[in-house]
């Protein structure tokens, strides 16, 4: 079973660190809207008229990009708050209160619009495509975020379960990020995050009996610890100048070019999924270490703002992909309609969901953070 993506697992839209601000649209964000269309593509890939992991394994593996947006929140935050920590501008309660609050409104929203969606189509007499994700005892639990806490919970808004997982890292992250300050040995703490990681799927192997990334959407605190703190760790050495800026390139190159490796392999036809995932995980970790190491000497608007969208787009795709597919769906059962056509409607599905990020994203979701930023600094 893989994981579905997060992205987002979206966290801040911060980019300050112990006082300095950090430039937007570099590396970092340019990966972050990559993983983002990796994430939209892997949901809607199951709509295609035909796997699309037929034609290349990578579009298979939507869980790396989750793995990759939970290890970014902890590298994110650490760079944000990591000094207000440490000097004690913010505690644990008011950053934990400040978190939620940027993710749980959207979230909110969007399940609203997803039960009433859900409640239309069945007034209708249609049922909403794949109806047995929508079971409305689930809904409480993904309302109040705790349905990665070992409640179970498949359906509705599937992705939030990373955040439900977050929100458990978001009230740990002062205590590990003053764990991490206490190592003076720089090069410790990746070796420490990458330990833990391995740890954790020894745990799940041993527990559930499944390979980390494998783990059912109810049991996500686990999964999302692991790489929350690895992120926190590559945050905090960062933060201690490490590594060098030559390294730090090394590393970025180094860890794209054992991704892309890596991604060829079948998963499933190696003896343990460990063997395909452990590579992949740590040209990751390579890959945020030495691109957040490095300057961003030549920022990009576009890619900012692509970065910008992916929260909107991590928590509104499955809303869009409800109504779209419900319709493409309905259409082809009653009208025969050609494969090539059947493709068109299939990408014409992607600049949907975009669009509908940005429009949640500009009237819905930056209006209300907006709102609640005065509240939140008092």
Known sequence: MTAPPTPSAPTSSETASAGKEVVRG??????????????VVYHYGAESPMRI??????????????????????????????GSVLKGHISTPRFWVRRAARVWPGHLVVLAMLAVLVLILNSFGTDAHKPSRFAWDQLPTQALLIHAWGFPSDGWNLPSWSLSALIVCYALFPLFWRTASKVRHVWLL??????????????????????????????GVVRALPLFILGVCLARAVDMRWPSE???????????????VTQPLDRYALPKPWMFDAPSLLAIAMIVL??????????????????????????????VGVIYWSAIHKLIDTVPIGIGWQWLMWLAGFPLAYGAAWLFHTYIDQPIQDRLRPLLRR
């Open 26 to 39: 570099g590396a970092l964000d340019f990966l972050r809207f990559l993983a983002s269309l990796l994430i």
């Open 290 to 319: 030495g691109a957040g190491r490095l300057p961003v000497k030549r920022p990009q608007a576009w890619i900012e703002e692509g970065a910008k969208l992916s929260f909107a787009l991590f928590i509104t795709h499955i809303f």
């Open 53 to 82: 992991e037929r034609f290349a394994q990578v579009f298979s593996r939507g869980f790396l990009a989750t793995d990759f947006f939970l290890m970014l929140s902890g590298y994110v935050l650490g760079r944000a708050y990591g």
């Open 246 to 260: 030559g390294a730090a390139k090394a590393l970025l190159w180094g860890g794209v070019a054992l991704l892309v």
């Open 190 to 219: 990746p070796l420490f995050g990458l330990a833990l990681l391995a740890a954790f799927e020894v745990l799940a192997e041993v527990v559930f009996d499944h390979a980390l990334a494998d783990l059912q959407f109810q049991f």
